[in-house]
């Protein structure tokens, strides 16, 4: 049988660098809180969670890059909310994102999760940041433990 590893969702002493987009705030301020809601469940002290506001999402994949380099996060998360508008500046910005933050990821080795909604409108937005279909705040908080967990046990194993 062959050898399997699995992460936990037990992050105590877990370091988190958050960047988030203060655009469409009223949207990114609820995912946040899903993150850090998360994130207190298993177990990271607050101390141990860096939150970093940045212009909108463009700009989180630099501010990840910055915490993963730094030497003291474990996991980065970003969080954001592109909604689509009447130009096609929705696509290059949701598009930067997700890459820039792939290639934190890559690049790296730092577990970067991509927590940016990417809506129609801000109806679905809402949706997604508490609303009917859950917060992908909570959801992008429990993968960088998750991912977190299994890179540790990689490279223990």
């Not at 370091?15 to 993150?35: C, H, P, S, W």
């Not at 679905?124 to 967990?149: C, D, F, W, Y």
Request: hydrophobic share 45%; with cysteine.
């Amino acid at each position: 049988m062959p050898k399997e590893l699995r992460g936990d969702m037990n992050a105590q002493g877990l370091r988190v660098g958050i960047a988030v987009a203060r655009f469409n705030e009223v949207i990114t301020k609820q995912l946040l809180d899903g993150a850090l809601e998360a994130l207190a469940r298993c177990g990271v002290r607050d101390n141990d969670i860096t939150v970093a506001w940045v212009p909108g999402s463009f700009e989180l994949p630099v501010v990840a890059r910055a915490f993963a380099k730094s030497g003291r996060c474990d996991a980065v998360i970003c969080l954001g909310a592109v909604i689509r508008g009447e130009t096609t500046h929705y696509d290059m910005v949701a598009g930067q994102a997700q890459g820039g933050a792939g290639a934190v990821s890559l690049d790296t080795g730092v577990p970067t999760i991509f927590g940016v909604l990417t809506t129609e409108n801000i109806e679905q937005a809402l949706n997604r940041a508490g609303g009917k279909s859950g917060n992908i705040g909570t959801n992008a908080a429990l993968a960088a433990v998750e991912t977190a967990s299994v890179l540790a046990a990689v490279n223990t194993a």
